[in-house]
């Protein structure tokens, strides 16, 4: 059911307030952003988000092409042809169906296609698990992607109309994924604010792609051959095309930036950027973490400051790009970071946990950093959790202690 | 904006049609066509229909001309217009 | 449809002279799947995007930053021709230019019938607008001719060093289960066939399937100059009938038509002989090889 509240005022005429899932608020952003084509296979739990868009296809609210694929390989795969041909395309999936489209996914980064895709996070099987982890989304960190992090269902529709904008932007061209987390915001209803139509075509006008074959008829190319190790002829061998890949990705935090800047003064929302702090002012603790394990550690802030323990929140927005020197901005004043990773990189530690320490690797501050393993499959991350491992992490910075071994909260051990 | 006749601003591997992509294929050779006018239909008679060498040639190195033309530099030497000839008007002779 | 449609018997000189594939290209000499595709282009024209997988044909199409076709090309990954072909069609039918470009799909045998099965299916089942084309040179001649669901009984390859005990897959049979409405089968060999047949191909809408027997002379073991002939050997014995099935009627291409009679189907022995593959053959497996063959005749016979 979906409430509408339509706004009254001058500037934000058109605009209205639903009560949306974070799945529904995914496909009305869809819907806005006016994609040509939406290639899609079902998965739970991501399939509302393209049941919606096929309810506004038949409707005729929503003009694109539905292609209903028999897998999420092919969705992928006609995505990446879709948009090399000139469209706008937009997808969702989410675990397993985000694992069979791995290959397809590198491809689409290295043809350098502004794709949009939401990955409703899932647990990635076997064991089945149908519930949220970030393990699917995290599992695809290095395919060439952009991947943000959502934490409410007004941040996911923002998110996938600046996501168009970022994607599509002349110095970047590279597909994002806008990924939330399964149930916890995709089934759960809260009010989004939708811009009017009028505001989102201001904000993302039509298609911008550096490859639209459908305008080459008339001077044909040719579209990924196979590339030589060095260069031919002064053209970029496959290295040099990583390479840019790579320098490209690293610009696309400024890009982000600036892009949610332009959005927050049409839309009065602001998400922080490329991290988000709460309660970071005079924090001496920073808890790291991303969407679910994010809003979960909020939770406990008043907790632990009601014990004395000054400790605020860095939520990662934007995880690929790993935005290194604004985490280390945000942590320049805390003595200490505790990171709740809903996912493992297998033999290692948590993902997050890893990757925020390599930032702070050789840099003057180096807070001490301990990781916990929380919330996978679906196993509630509560907040005794982040209060617990908050003081388990003190107790290890005042022994000077840095275990090898992970510590997981909230598992039969 | 990305153009991709440019090495410098290309972002993705786009290739444009050049002919001998592969160079001159006509170094692979060690049989060379050589062709026989004085069999060719085409030359005994202004009337006659022909072609067969242009269409079975895979290499798009004979053109469909009155009297055909052989492109050597880029003709792979496979034979087919010669085997294929009804008129015996293409042979192969060793490189 | 079927008077609509029919095209006149085709003299070589016929054929348009505007070529799309360039010379001086990568294809092996004597490649059949060259002169398919070069006769498949000039039937499809200008106005096409055609989508290519991982198989001889990336070769065939150059390295970066050239190419030997000059038409839109879209490279895709080896089993997601149809899926990319399906993208495509999507995205030009949201710019309204899905009746003005024809897209085509050409994979191999193994990026058809085996690793691209899948998205095949779907996209007819879908009844895609485009026209999927499988070359088929019956073994994964890009990788160094391994044995792929096309490759026939008794064919040597790569994996299969005593050859091959299963049959080739029926995969027009399997488009025709699919109920789209055309499906041809043809032959480098007879070019003019191969023109007519994408023509045909380009009048229908929704998917159309093309399954083309390309004799690969490296990997059947054949001398180069004998490409045309190999694949008169195939038609002739009836091993690689031609025909079409237009709305679910199948007709019997004119070079296939005399293998109705038994008698005057050439025997088997007389194509495999001529082949390095099947070298090793013993006469038991011949004899059942042109049993196979003979019972396959019966099997077209019920649908015609």
Known sequence: ?????????????????????????????????????????????????????????????????????????????????????????????????????????????????????????????????????????????????????????????????????????????LPIMVCFDGYILSHTTMPVELLSQNEVDTFLPSFNSHLKLHEKIDEPVGVNPVTLPDPREGFPGYMEFRYRLQKTIEKAIDVFEDIERDFASLSGRN??????????????????????????????????????????????????????????????????????????????????????????????????????????????????????????????????????????????? | MVDYKDPKSTIAAVQVPSEGEAGKTGSWRSFKPVFNPEKCILIKSEKARCHICWMFCPEVAITKSRPPTINLDYCKGCGICSTECPHGAITMKKE | MMDMIETKRLRPDDLPEQEFLLPGNRSCAG??????????????????????????????????????????????????????????????????????????????????????????????????????????????????????????????????????????????????????????TSCSSYPQDVYAKFKKAKLFTGTRYIHTLIPCPPGWGFPTDQSIEMGRLAVKSGIFPLFEIIDGKMFLSPESERCLDPSKRLKVEEYLKLQGRFKHIQPEHIEYYQEYVDNHWNFINQFL
Not at chain 1, 166 to 173: K, S, T
Not at chain 1, 322 to 329: G, T, Y
């Open chain 1, 1 to 173: 059911m979906e409430l509408k509240h339509e706004s009254n005022s001058q500037a934000t005429r058109g605009r209205h307030v639903e009560i949306l899932t974070g799945n529904h608020a995914a496909s009305h952003a869809a819907r806005m952003a006016r994609v040509d084509v939406v290639s899609a296979y079902p998965i739970t739990p991501q399939s509302p988000v393209v049941e919606k868009i096929s309810e506004f296809i038949a409707s005729g609210e929503m003009s694109a092409r539905m292609i209903r694929v028999e897998s999420e390989q092919s969705a992928m795969a006609s995505c990446i042809s879709a948009s090399i041909t000139g469209a706008r395309v937009f997808t969702a999936t989410s675990a397993n169906g985000l694992a069979y489209m791995n290959e397809q996914l590198a491809w689409a980064a290295g043809t350098r296609l502004p794709l949009v895709m939401c990955v409703v996070t899932r647990a990635l099987a076997a064991p089945w698990s149908v519930w949220t982890d970030h393990q699917d989304a995290i599992s695809q960190r290095d395919t060439g992607w952009m991947q943000v992090f959502c934490e409410d269902n007004q941040e996911i529709y923002d998110t996938v109309l600046e996501a168009y904008k970022v994607a599509e932007n002349d110095n970047i061209f």
């Open chain 1, 271 to 413: 998400h922080g950027g490329v991290v988000r702090g709460y309660k970071m002012e005079d924090a001496d603790i920073a808890i790291v973490g991303m969407g679910s394990a994010s809003s979960q550690a909020k939770k406990a802030i008043p907790h632990l400051r009601e014990q004395g323990i000054k400790a605020g929140v860095l939520t990662i927005r934007l995880f690929r790009p790993f935005p290194k020197a604004r985490i280390r901005e945000a942590l320049k004043n805390v003595k200490q970071v505790v990171v709740f990773d809903r996912d493992v990189a297998y033999g290692l530690e948590g993902a997050i946990s890893a990757e925020l320490k390599s930032a702070l690797y050789n840099r003057k501050h180096q807070p001490h950093v301990q990781g916990f393993i929380v919330g996978l499959g679906g196993r509630d991350f509560k907040t005794e959790h982040v209060i617990h491992g908050t003081k388990m992490a003190m107790e290890y910075a005042e022994k000077n202690e840095v275990p090898d071994e992970t510590k997981w909260l909230g598992v039969d051990k």
């Open chain 3, 31 to 184: 490649c059949s799947m060259s002169l398919y595709y070069r006769m498949a282009l000039k039937a499809l024209g200008k106005k096409t995007i055609i989508t290519v997988p991982a198989s001889c044909l990336t070769v065939l199409h150059g390295l970066y930053h050239k190419t030997s076709v000059k038409m839109n090309v879209v490279h895709t990954t080896f089993e997601t021709t149809a899926a990319s072909a399906s993208g495509i069609v999507a995205a030009l039918e949201a710019k309204g230019l899905g009746d003005e470009i024809t897209v085509c799909g050409f994979a191999g045998d193994g990026g058809t019938s085996d690793i691209g099965i899948q998205g095949l299916s779907g996209a007819a089942e879908r009844n895609t607008n485009f026209i999927y084309a499988c070359y088929d040179n019956e073994m994964y001649s890009n990788t160094g001719t391994q044995r792929s669901g096309q490759t026939p009984y008794m064919a040597y390859t790569t994996t299969t060093p005593h050859g091959k005990l299963e049959h080739k897959k029926n995969m027009p049979m399997i488009m025709h289960a699919h109920g789209i409405p055309y499906i041809a």
